[in-house]
């Protein structure tokens, strides 16, 4: 099937309210184009440099979502292209892209990544972290905290994400609670290609998908 085709199969599956992130890693610009002309919203990058060149194809013809892992040496460069940054999980990056943010006047809407699973190669702060993590991210005046995110163990069966899951909406639902200033728990990201369906089951408003849409990757 042609990405257009696949990108309608999704939206017609996903229950309404559930923003779908095409995960355009070492995708082309033709190719992402051809998923926005599908009617993807959103573009989800996980390098800064690839997001650029992409950038400047495409522009502002879809928000643009930073889902990878940030390092600090290229928040000025991703505080002028991203619309969301999915992936906060340290309060170093968060000052660091509060700073940037200043610098040309824009507040940055921010989920904070939680590692759910406890996997030890994976980024993320972990569930019993976050509170204090989240309680230090809402004193910076450029960001904007708007929910959570995860990755979830990867897995053929999407039925092992479901518990993973369903923790990460029991602490989105405590965190919400708190009612912190300079928060709003709105969104929660979670599920990719063999979990998209699981994921809003147990409260995923975001999901990022990537193969589905684009086919498998030729290049790492």
């Given at each position: 099937?042609?990405?257009?085709?696949?990108?309608?199969?999704?939206?017609?599956?996903?229950?309404?309210?559930?923003?779908?992130?095409?995960?355009?890693?070492?995708?082309?610009?033709?190719?992402?184009?051809?998923?926005?002309?599908?009617?993807?919203?959103?573009?989800?990058?996980?390098?800064?440099?690839?997001?650029?060149?992409?950038?400047?194809?495409?522009?502002?013809?879809?928000?643009?979502?930073?889902?990878?892992?940030?390092?600090?040496?290229?928040?000025?460069?991703?505080?002028?292209?991203?619309?969301?940054?999915?992936?906060?999980?340290?309060?170093?990056?968060?000052?660091?892209?509060?700073?940037?943010?200043?610098?040309?006047?824009?507040?940055?809407?921010?989920?904070?990544?939680?590692?759910?699973?406890?996997?030890e190669q994976k980024s993320g702060v972990l569930p019993e972290d976050t509170e204090k993590l989240?309680?230090?991210?809402?004193?910076?005046?450029?960001?904007?905290?708007?929910?959570?995110?995860?990755?979830?163990?990867?897995?053929?069966?999407?039925?092992?994400?479901?518990?993973?899951?369903?923790?990460?909406?029991?602490?989105?639902?405590?965190?919400?609670?708190?009612?912190?200033?300079?928060?709003e728990m709105k969104y929660l990201s979670m599920g990719m290609t063999n979990s998209y369906k699981?994921?809003?089951?147990?409260?995923?408003?975001?999901?990022?998908?990537?193969?589905?849409?684009?086919?498998?990757?030729?290049?790492?």
């Amino acid at each position: 099937m042609s990405i257009e085709q696949n990108v309608k199969q999704i939206l017609s599956e996903l229950p309404e309210g559930v923003k779908l992130v095409a995960a355009a890693k070492a995708r082309t610009p033709e190719e992402i184009l051809a998923a926005i002309n599908a009617g993807v919203k959103i573009i989800g990058e996980n390098y800064v440099q690839e997001a650029e060149r992409a950038y400047e194809v495409i522009g502002d013809r879809a928000e643009w979502h930073f889902i990878g892992h940030l390092q600090k040496n290229k928040v000025k460069k991703a505080v002028r292209i991203f619309d969301m940054i999915e992936t906060v999980d340290s309060f170093e990056l968060a000052k660091e892209i509060d700073k940037r943010c200043a610098q040309i006047g824009k507040v940055m809407p921010v989920l904070i990544e939680v590692n759910i699973a406890r996997e030890e190669q994976k980024s993320g702060v972990l569930p019993e972290d976050t509170e204090k993590l989240l309680k230090e991210i809402s004193t910076l005046p450029n960001i904007r905290v708007m929910g959570l995110m995860t990755m979830g163990p990867l897995s053929e069966n999407p039925e092992d994400s479901r518990p993973y899951f369903a923790a990460m909406r029991k602490l989105f639902e405590q965190l919400k609670q708190l009612n912190l200033p300079n928060v709003e728990m709105k969104y929660l990201s979670m599920g990719m290609t063999n979990s998209y369906k699981i994921a809003p089951e147990e409260g995923a408003n975001i999901v990022r998908i990537g193969t589905k849409i684009f086919g498998e990757r030729s290049r790492p």
